[in-house]
């Protein structure tokens, strides 16, 4: 059984930083490709990073690309996601999620087969 818990969320302004934490499985670090995606109220759930099961290969939505990291450490059984140079348009529900097909460029909800319960992220403007 693969789990996955976020935390870390919270209220920030535009321009800050915020660090979210995926507290995974091994199987899952070990792997699986890992991914996070966010939904705000009234829009689909949108893809926003993946790092391979390797860590050799990480890509990014075109809204957070150059803002944002997706590194992990497998020896702390966790994933995270840097944020910086947070916009009021980032504010949404982020998830983590875990693809066990471990594509290389995994990028739809539906390629990823394991979910966290998500973590709110408000920014102020």
């Known amino acids: 059984q693969v789990q996955l818990v976020e935390s870390g969320g919270g209220l920030v302004q535009t321009g800050d930083s915020l660090r979210l934490s995926c507290a995974a499985s091994k199987r899952a670090l070990d792997y699986y490709t890992m991914g996070w995606f966010r939904q705000a109220p009234g829009k689909e759930r949108e893809f926003v990073a993946a790092?391979?099961?390797?860590?050799?290969?990480?890509y990014y939505g075109d809204s957070v690309r150059g803002r944002f990291t997706i590194p992990k450490d497998n020896a702390k059984g966790a994933m995270y996601l840097q944020m910086n140079s947070l916009k009021p348009d980032d504010a949404a529900v982020y998830y983590c999620a875990a693809d066990s097909v471990a594509s290389s460029n995994s990028r739809h909800p539906y390629e990823f087969d394991y979910w966290g319960r998500g973590t709110q992220v408000t920014v102020s403007s």
């Open positions: 790092i391979t099961w390797s860590g050799s290969s990480t």
